[in-house]
């Protein structure tokens, strides 16, 4: 068998192995507690994930065993590291590789690691153990109930088919420069996103300020409570007049429940829900990581849809530019506010217990209309920004995903 894409050079039938012919494999450390925090370094899952390789310096964690069991559980250039555990098939057995010549790392429990004992280039190895094939037995022979889980004996199974040597160096060549690529675009979306997210905040406190078209100040921000900038909305679904439940995700806003949980988890009866249109705000008191006190966020991706009662919903008043109050609920600066009106004691079953009435005589400092609107536009350029970079991303990743389905068997 041959892939579909090759370098011009090569033309040798790729060979059929399995992978215990390449990898002896081994269980990882599992220590008492408090062996942690000192001692060596060793590989967890989030290295495994998070790194297109794994170098001694990247990772986190380090664990202090004895002599016998460091020796028995070195990870050395070269070796590849598994996910022994997921919460989900995709994850499971998903693999990275060690590619640090002068430290050796140890390994934790929910990692198996493949020893190199054979000939390979372990970049491509890692590559094609990441691609769909090997991927495909290894996901689909993994067992568990609310976890999944593979073994030692199905990693040993796979059935790989590889060039030879130098084809192998000159993929791996290839799709290192290619990830290095991805990574750059990644910490460049990074950056943008500190760098606004620091604007945000200089923006919000009146570190930073706007002059008009003449090079004036704008008037002073006067302190005025969230009734006086907004409308509550608490019209119903009558008559259907929206079959799309909505939900609100931290992360991506306002989303159709079917999208973001391939499924709907509202009510048949949707009568009952409050009616959304586009350009309107919903508040969202369940906290989440990042999210202490909820998400406010705004319905842009459709004309309407519906939502459960126990969202706050609302739109600006006509002195209120949209744009703007968007943006000032991206920032952190409304939390000091929320604080004041919720105690952790009242936090239930993550939904914090903030009343309507209170919700809506929380104070914010606003600018004049006409400087709503230069901010707006600013950060909304800060936004585009990210967006086109992100597209650049996308791009690169499915160039990638491309790349793998045609140069991989």
């Known amino acids: 068998?041959?892939?579909?894409?090759?370098?011009?050079?090569?033309?040798?039938?790729?060979?059929?192995?399995?992978?215990?012919?390449?990898?002896?494999?081994?269980?990882?450390?599992?220590?008492?507690?408090?062996?942690?925090?000192?001692?060596r370094k060793f590989i967890n899952v989030l290295d495994i994930l998070n790194n297109d390789y794994i170098v001694y310096d990247l990772i986190n964690s380090s664990v202090n065993v004895s002599f016998v069991q460091e020796k028995a559980s070195k990870v050395e250039y070269g070796d590849l590291l598994f996910l022994r555990s997921s919460e989900t098939r995709e994850d499971v057995g998903k693999c990275n590789v060690y590619l640090d010549i002068k430290e050796y790392a140890l390994f934790g429990g929910f990692v198996i690691r493949g020893k190199?004992?054979?000939?390979?280039?372990?970049?491509?190895?890692?590559l094609l153990l990441n691609a769909s094939s090997a991927r495909n037995q290894i996901s689909s022979k993994s067992g568990g109930s609310t976890r999944y889980n593979v073994s030692q004996e199905i990693l040993e199974s796979v059935l790989l088919n590889m060039p030879r040597l130098k084809e192998q160096q000159k993929i791996s060549s290839f799709f290192k420069l290619l990830d290095q690529k991805i990574g750059k675009q990644k910490e460049k979306i990074v950056q943008l996103e500190l760098f606004k997210k620091g604007i945000l905040r200089k923006i919000f406190t009146q570190e930073i300020r706007f002059k008009d078209e003449n090079g004036q100040e704008y008037p002073k921000w006067k302190k005025r409570p969230l009734s006086k900038l907004v409308e509550r909305i608490t019209r119903k679904n009558k008559n259907m007049e929206s079959i799309l439940p909505l939900t609100i995700s931290a992360q991506h806003g306002l989303v159709d429940q079917i999208t973001f949980f391939n499924k709907t988890v509202a009510g048949t009866n949707l009568?009952?829900?409050?009616?959304?249109?586009?350009?309107?705000f919903a508040y969202n008191k369940s906290y989440s990581n990042g999210y202490p006190f909820g998400a406010i966020k705004r319905l842009h991706n459709h004309d309407k849809g519906v939502l459960s009662s126990l969202y706050i919903c609302f739109k600006p008043l006509d002195s209120v530019f949209g744009d703007y109050l968007e943006h000032y609920f991206e920032s952190t600066l409304w939390y000091k506010e929320m604080s004041m009106i919720s105690v952790e004691g009242a936090r239930n079953h993550g939904l914090l217990n903030i009343g309507v009435n209170d919700f809506f005589e929380t104070m914010h400092m606003v600018p004049d209309f006409k400087e709503q609107q230069k901010i707006a536009l600013y950060l909304s350029s800060i936004n585009s920004k990210i967006e086109k970079e992100s597209e650049k991303l996308i791009s690169l990743t499915e160039l990638k995903k491309g790349l793998m389905q045609q140069m991989f068997i």
Not at 9 to 25: A, C, G, I, V, Y
Not at 116 to 126: A, M
Not at 271 to 280: I, P, Q, R, S
């Open 271 to 280: 009568e009952g829900y409050y009616l959304l249109y586009n350009g309107e």
């Open 116 to 126: 190199k004992s054979g000939e390979y280039d372990p970049y491509f190895l890692k």
């Open 1 to 39: 068998m041959e892939p579909l894409l090759r370098f011009p050079e090569f033309n040798d039938t790729w060979r059929q192995t399995t992978l215990n012919q390449l990898l002896q494999f081994k269980n990882g450390i599992n220590a008492a507690k408090e062996q942690y925090g000192h001692g």
